[in-house]
């Protein structure tokens, strides 16, 4: 019998979310789910594939004030829909889709995903992050079912916000195939000379303050005094940027940095890239370190909350905490920065010298990079949509 599913998101434009819920979409097969996307932005733009029927819901408010009303019509809205819907289960994607989720059930069965550490994030977003904090307290043992992304998201939900209803821990689906047949596609002239002669290090994120890019600019600056060659290729677009690039001109380093802006094929560059650099300050399960492992380049990344520990050192303590660089099964970690925003050519952290030298490690120790390309394809098809589908659907038809 086929199962009518919807899928609750604020949009289905740039980002981790949508990226895993069309992953999720597209591995389900067309003869056992009826798929429906229930977007809240009326009218927002789709980036992703997903096979799915589409409905809108209404504006997004642009005042407090504005912001306010537009959830409460969100509510009416996603409650007729619903009604009017008669689906199986609806499964929603982050604190404000889950939240409008649980609040409008109406039969069918709920769940509900976390894709970050919501202590963390939530600070950062500030009057509307307390907000958040008391509705997860309020609403989120009310869903049918909770999943989360990582170890440690499920940790942060018990600890901080007193969830004590069962939490499923399913890691994001990736197509591993398509991510390995983009990565094989021909640079153009122009990009082939940006890796000539360079040791070049990629990193692919918004340029948010969350991503922590200027420790990553910093890190360039100090491999430049024993690398010449060194360059940094960042592909992403954000609010940050201008700073950043002011960054590189305090810091001398504005040739060996570059801006490549959003790419809608990053995976050609991180294939041919020498070293993927991840330099977040706190990540849910990094989306970006599985397409990187898919894509054979080797990993030096910061061992931020949460998911680069658990994909990287595989299996070990997400407890550990480290004060210098750690080569792990799959690819190096550096100690966590301390998420100051330091736009200034003062001394490097000891964090940031830690990343230089774990970055330096890995460009020198040819055995050592030889074992991750030959791991990290083989690793990157633990976490193929085929496998991890498997688990949506028991949740699904549960």
């Known amino acids: 019998m086929t199962k009518k599913i919807g899928f609750l998101l604020p949009n289905f434009a740039e980002g981790g979310m949508p990226k895993v819920a069309s992953n999720i979409l597209c591995g389900l097969d067309d003869h056992d789910y009826e798929k429906h996307l229930i977007l809240l932005d009326k009218g927002s733009e789709i980036k992703y594939e997903h096979g799915a029927q589409v409905t809108f819901a209404v504006n997004q408010g642009k005042s407090k004030i504005g912001k306010v009303f537009a959830y409460l019509n969100r509510i009416r809205a996603v409650r007729k829909i619903k009604q009017n819907g008669n689906f199986d289960t609806v499964i929603s994607f982050g604190v404000t889709s889950n939240i409008i989720n649980i609040v409008t059930k109406s039969g069918e069965k709920t769940i509900s995903t976390e894709h970050n550490i919501k202590s963390i994030e939530n600070k950062t977003w500030g009057f509307f992050g307390k907000i958040y904090d008391v509705l997860i307290k309020l609403f989120y043992n009310k869903s049918d079912e909770m999943i989360v992304i990582s170890k440690v998201m499920k940790q942060d939900l018990i600890e901080n916000y007193n969830i004590r209803k069962d ?13 390995t047949q983009k990565s094989a596609e021909p640079l153009s002239k122009e990009e082939e000379a940006l890796f000539k002669d360079k040791a070049t290090l990629v990193t692919v994120g918004r340029l948010t303050y969350a991503k922590g890019h200027w420790h990553l600019i910093r890190v360039v600056a100090e491999l430049k005094k024993s690398i010449p060659t060194i360059q940094l290729l960042i592909l992403g677009i954000g609010e940050m940027e201008e700073d950043l690039k ?31 650099v991840l330099s977040s300050l706190f990540e849910g399960f990094p989306n970006v370190l599985i397409e990187t492992l898919a894509c054979g380049t080797p990993i030096v990344s910061a061992d931020c909350k949460s998911g680069p520990r658990e994909i990287l050192d595989h299996q070990k303590d997400i407890t550990k905490q480290i004060h210098s660089y750690e080569v792990c099964k799959y690819g190096i970690l550096t100690p966590e920065f301390d998420g100051e925003v330091n736009l200034t050519d003062n001394a490097p952290t000891q964090a940031e010298l830690e990343m230089a030298l774990g970055i330096k490690k890995l460009l020198s120790d040819h055995k050592l990079y030889n074992e991750y390309e030959n791991l990290s394809k083989q690793v990157a098809q633990e976490y193929d949509v085929s496998k991890i589908i498997k688990q949506y659907q028991q949740a699904f038809n549960s």
């Open 167 to 179: 939490i499923t821990i399913i890691n994001n689906p990736h197509i591993i195939n398509t991510i």
């Open 246 to 276: 002011r960054l590189t001109e305090q810091l001398g380093v504005e040739e060996n940095v570059k801006f490549l802006g959003f790419q809608s094929n990053p995976y050609k560059f991180i294939k041919n890239a020498d070293v993927f």
